[in-house]
């Protein structure tokens, strides 16, 4: 069984920055697409970024295109590097893993979920 824990969300003021992390347990780490995605209350979760087994490949909303990075490495750890904070931002988020090298902006498309951390933006 695949874990993914989530770390690193939390409150900061609009124009902040915060790193979220997602520790996962599986050994093929490397082998499987990953996903950052987002859900505020009250509305569906959301696409928010995208990465290929290989990191070659990334892809971003609209919404968070240059200000939000999504990286990973060889330690079984993927990040979202969140700068220029907005009120908007503020959101449950979620990683996740698809169980294939490509990834998608559906979230649908993945087979296992971490449990989330909370960020919230202040304006």
């Known amino acids: 069984q695949v874990r993914l824990v989530e770390s690193g969300g939390g409150l900061v003021q609009a124009g902040g920055s915060l790193r979220l992390s997602c520790a996962a347990s599986?050994?093929?780490?490397?082998?499987?697409?990953m996903g950052w995605f987002r859900q505020a209350p009250g509305k569906e979760r959301n696409f928010v970024a995208t990465i290929t087994s290989d990191g070659g490949i990334t892809n971003y909303a609209d919404s968070v295109k240059g200000r939000f990075n999504i990286s990973r490495d060889n330690a079984n750890t993927l990040y979202l590097q969140m700068s220029s904070l907005k009120p908007e931002d503020t959101a449950v988020y979620y990683c996740?893993?698809?169980?294939?090298?490509?990834?998608?902006?559906?979230?649908?498309?993945?087979?296992?979920w971490g449990q989330g951390t909370q960020v919230t933006i202040s304006s």
């Open positions: 996740a893993m698809r169980l294939t090298i490509f990834s998608s902006v559906q979230a649908s498309a993945y087979d296992y």
């Open positions: 599986e050994l093929t780490f490397s082998r499987y697409a």
